[in-house]
């Protein structure tokens, strides 16, 4: 079974600020992790993914994460916030064996302040 | 760049009354699912397909749904008799071949009156 948490479903940054977005993951089975995003109104985009290769992950829009098996963690991280960024934001696992369905966390807010 | 299609945008229905929901996935893809989101909750699984056959559903997935690949390119979420509760965003999505990553569609918002 698998599941993830997003820790805070709402966070504040300032415009320019670090943003880290947090998100902890339970699997049974070695697991693939994402980062998705969605815009209002609009669907869900794939920012970035883990998929047992190299474990600092880097994405779009600035975006990267980095898998911690120790701290089953997965970790989203932007050096600098900018407006463009406001969306809500979800951490997804699934297992390796190819195709297998995405298990999402409840998602994260996140709010720029200028 | 190819991308997953889902018509209509937003459906407005009868409780009691039958949808479908449609979406033409990416053309050389070949896994298929549907995603729900209930305003303000977390994207939740419904159903796998591949091959013409469900491969994996969740308890969300009961007889009033069924899923279908009518011809080569669209894929249906059929939902028979609609409840209040299936008022939701409803997400199509599909993988490649050689690829780990589900490609979403933009959704469609159902309304059950």
């Known amino acids: 079974a698998q599941s993830v948490t997003q820790l805070g479903s709402h966070v504040s940054v300032s415009e320019g600020a670090l943003v880290l977005l947090r998100c902890n993951y339970s699997?049974?089975?070695?697991?693939?992790l994402f980062w998705y995003v969605q815009y209002p109104n609009q669907g869900l985009q794939l920012l970035l993914k883990?998929?047992?290769?190299?474990?600092l992950v880097k994405g779009i829009n600035g975006f990267e994460a980095e898998f911690k098996k120790s701290e089953t963690s997965f970790h989203l991280t932007k050096p600098s916030a900018h407006m463009s960024d406001a969306a809500e934001y979800f951490c997804?696992?699934?297992?390796?064996?190819?195709?297998?369905?995405?298990?999402f966390g409840q998602g994260t807010r996140l709010t720029i302040n200028p | 760049e190819p991308e997953v299609t889902q018509t209509p945008s937003h459906q407005v229905t009868q409780m009691g009354q039958e949808v479908i929901l449609r979406c033409v996935p990416i053309?050389?893809?070949?896994?298929f699912y549907w995603y729900r989101q209930i305003l303000g909750q977390k994207v939740e699984f419904l159903v796998s397909f591949y091959n013409n056959e469900i491969s994996e559903k969740s308890e969300i997935f009961d007889d009033q749904f069924s899923v279908e690949r009518p011809d080569g390119s669209n894929f249906t979420l059929k939902i028979r008799s609609t409840k209040l509760e299936d008022s939701a965003m409803y997400f199509c999505?599909?993988?490649?071949?050689?690829?780990?990553?589900?490609?979403f569609g933009p959704g469609t918002r159902l309304t059950v009156l």
């Open positions: 883990y998929t047992s290769a190299a474990t």
């Open positions: 997804a696992v699934s297992a390796i064996q190819g195709a297998q369905k995405l298990v």
């Open positions: 999505a599909s993988v490649g071949d050689s690829t780990d990553t589900q490609y």
């Open positions: 699997s049974s089975v070695p697991p693939y």
């Open positions: 053309s050389n893809h070949l896994y």
